[in-house]
């Protein structure tokens, strides 16, 4: 029973836990019933306590044999009906056809009460073949495990919707990516993982029951509130689109790159999902592309905006016949772009310690974004320092200013920017601490993930838990941290990741 002392009711050891499998209730063309591949001598390499909480989890569980034994996928839990689901998707602007978890088999659902759902669906990613492996050996390497570990409770940090990592389990089993690399399972959490492609792959294969399925299921499970609509469908449709956009400027606003943008990674929950080559953006460049694989640069960081919402149309297209018209789907995703930019307008003033809005402050932002790339100045570290800029002090800027090559370039431009602040009678002290919560001054750069696998792979996992303890406050100042908070050191600059994981 839960109690007004312990509103989520007390914590719970695996074997009580009660695994509900609503996926597994859908029709057997959905998914394939299966259960994971061994693995062979598996060991905990790291844990989210946070993660953990959100499903009631014992903490005295997270260190027993029984948290590595189910979370390698070694032992099933008691109730639990794994599965593998079906997906299509349009990877890199192509339909790609049937696609579907590869190497992810999905537990069950367990209890979560802090979810809207009341449930997250629990999947371990790297747990064996399946039979939508295709070519690959449906397997995941410690490499990537660590990076999708880290990056999902490092955006949970940031506070941007994301899929949740509860742990990794390693094994000392290698797989061969361009090199022979050690594997691991990584658990993630999420109330759905069902993407655009699960919707697109009922639409291409002309199954318009199941496609309906889907939908009610979404609907039922996810969205209850949109049942009463007019047209649930359109009104799911809209929703989806909306978080979509407000997703992906939040991205924006904290320089993350997803780096795979295909439908397929595309949550319905408009959460972050299937972290892959991924990239914090380092010195300010527009046209960063994180992922090594993606030399068109389809998707770079200013092109996310406009691949969400072009995801969103192969959305929309899979839903056309639901919703009843072509007119009442675009009416549905025309939501893309004014939430979007509304939203990005707020994460920018938020971002400069704007209280209020002036029809000048996108010219201010621009302004901004021009001398940054010219002098590629590093993202996180400029909008951190900012916030201890001195409205009537600017002989005290040298800690921003020095980040540009072009110094005038900022001078010039914090003329602007003090009289801006000065129209709305901004206050230091104030603007800093509301600075300060918005602009990160921890993210997971490339260098920073490096060193930690690179260390797990000696098996010393010391370098996760420190960066899990960073990640997940990152707007908080560690004196004894600093440097992880300072620019990059020069080898960063090597480091390659591309969609082999
Ligand atoms: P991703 O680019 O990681 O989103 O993967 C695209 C598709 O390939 C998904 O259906 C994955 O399940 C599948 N996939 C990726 N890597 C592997 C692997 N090592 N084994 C089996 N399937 C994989
Ligand atoms: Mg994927």
């Known amino acids: 029973m839960n109690s007004p002392e312990n509103p989520l009711g007390a914590p719970l050891l695996l074997n009580e836990f009660e695994w509900k499998n609503s996926f597994a209730s859908l029709p057997g063309g959905f998914y394939t019933k299966l259960t994971p591949t061994p693995l062979p001598n598996p060991y905990l390499v790291g844990v989210s306590r946070r993660a953990a909480e959100l499903i009631r989890l014992n903490p005295s569980e997270l260190s027993s044999d029984t948290f590595v034994s189910i979370f390698s996928g070694n032992v099933m839990p008691s109730g639990s009906e794994p599965l593998a689901a079906v997906y299509s998707g349009h990877q890199f602007g192509v339909w790609a056809g049937q696609l ?68 990794i389990v390693g094994s000392d089993m290698r797989v061969l990516r361009e090199m022979p690399e050690t594997s691991a399972v990584v658990t993630r959490m999420a109330p759905s993982f069902v993407r655009f492609g699960s919707f697109e792959h009922w639409f291409y294969n002309d199954k318009p029951a199941e496609l309906k399925q889907l939908a009610d299921y979404v609907l039922e499970k996810n969205y209850p509130e949109l049942s009463e609509s007019a047209n649930p469908y359109q009104a799911l ?39 892959g080559p991924f990239g914090f953006m380092e010195a300010y460049d527009p046209a960063h592309i994180c992922n090594h694989t993606d030399q068109q640069g389809r998707y770079s960081y200013r092109m996310q905006p406009r691949i969400g919402e072009w995801n969103c149309y192969a959305l929309g297209q899979a839903m056309v016949s639901l919703i009843g018209s072509v007119e009442e789907t675009q009416e549905a995703l025309s939501v893309y772009t004014p939430s979007f930019e509304s939203k990005m307008a707020a994460l920018w003033n938020a971002k400069l310690g704007l209280r209020s809005t002036e029809l000048g402050d996108s010219e201010l932002v621009e302004s901004l974004l021009t001398i940054l790339a010219r002098s590629r100045v590093d993202f996180s570290l400029f909008f951190r320092r900012l916030s201890s800029l001195k409205l009537d002090n600017p002989s005290l800027d040298s ?27 901004s206050v230091d002290a104030e603007r800093k601490v509301a600075m300060d919560k918005v602009n990160p001054n921890y993210v997971l750069r490339n260098y920073l993930a490096q ?28 004196p004894d941290y600093q440097s992880y908070a300072e620019l990059p050191p020069d080898w960063a600059a090597d480091i390659e990741v591309s969609c082999s994981s």
């Not at 449906?138 to 509860?166: N, Q, W």
């Not at 797990?456 to 996760?464: G, N, T, Y």
């Open 100 to 167: 579907g978890d590869g190497r992810a088999i999905l537990l069950g659902e367990a209890l979560a009460p802090s979810e809207p759902s009341g449930t997250l669906e629990l999947q371990l990613k790297g747990a064996g073949k399946t039979p939508y492996s295709r070519m690959g050996d449906g397997r995941a390497v410690l490499r990537s495990s660590i990076r999708e570990f880290l990056c999902s409770e490092a955006m949970a940090g940031l506070g941007i919707p994301t899929s949740r990592a509860l742990c």
């Open 399 to 425: 800690a921003v200013r020095d980040l540009f090559l072009d110094r005038s370039s900022f001078d010039t431009w914090a003329i602007n920017y003090r009289q801006r602040l000065q129209r709305e009678s």
């Open 451 to 478: 060193v930690a696998i690179e260390k797990a792979q000696e098996k010393d996992f010391s370098e996760i838990e420190k960066l899990l303890k960073l990640l997940e406050n990152p707007f908080d100042d560690h």
């Open 237 to 275: 449709l809209r929703e989806i689109t909306l978080r979509t956009a407000e997703l992906v400027a939040q991205w924006q606003a904290v320089g993350f790159m997803h780096g795979v943008l295909n439908t397929d990674n595309m949550s319905v929950l408009g959460q972050t999902l299937d972290y």
